[in-house]
């Protein structure tokens, strides 16, 4: 169970490393204009809309890792704060803007992935050590 436990850390580590890359691809693109890796801008989004989700993603990662590797005591809180705006951003979008057929689908697995995030930030034994919350 431990390894399995490891194996979970390590993924939302990446995750939240490739969620900062995509975000600060996101943003810069939205400024500049210039795309480095296929448009990442959804046209359907208006242009603050669009901003919001960029830096949301960005300040989710960046909270995750500093916490993660300062072992600070409050990253649980931190991104249950920050998945609630991403969950709440992605709720606009989904309802409002969005035009996929699977956008439904799609954001239920979204909100899925972050209570499974949650559960194990705050109820792993291996999580409440690194944060020191034992």
């Not at 969950?87 to 979204?110: A, G, P, Q, S, V």
Request: charge should be positive; aromatic fraction near 22%.
């Amino acid at each position: 169970m431990n390894s399995l436990s490891s194996m979970f850390c390590y993924f939302i580590l990446v995750a939240h490393l490739l969620l900062g890359i995509w975000g600060l691809f996101g943003i810069f693109e939205y400024v500049t204009g210039y795309a480095f890796i296929g448009s990442l801008q959804n046209p359907n989004f208006p242009s603050g809309t669009q901003f919001i989700h960029w830096v949301l993603a960005t300040l989710t990662s960046l909270f995750f890792l500093f916490g993660y590797f300062k072992k600070w005591k409050y990253t649980p809180e931190a991104m249950l704060v920050m998945y609630a705006c991403l969950t709440t951003l992605c709720f606009i979008e989904t309802f409002d803007f969005m035009t996929k057929n699977n956008r439904y689908i799609l954001y239920t697995m979204e909100v899925v992935q972050y209570t499974i995030i949650l559960f194990y930030l705050f109820k792993s034994k291996k999580m409440k050590n690194q944060f020191k919350r034992i």
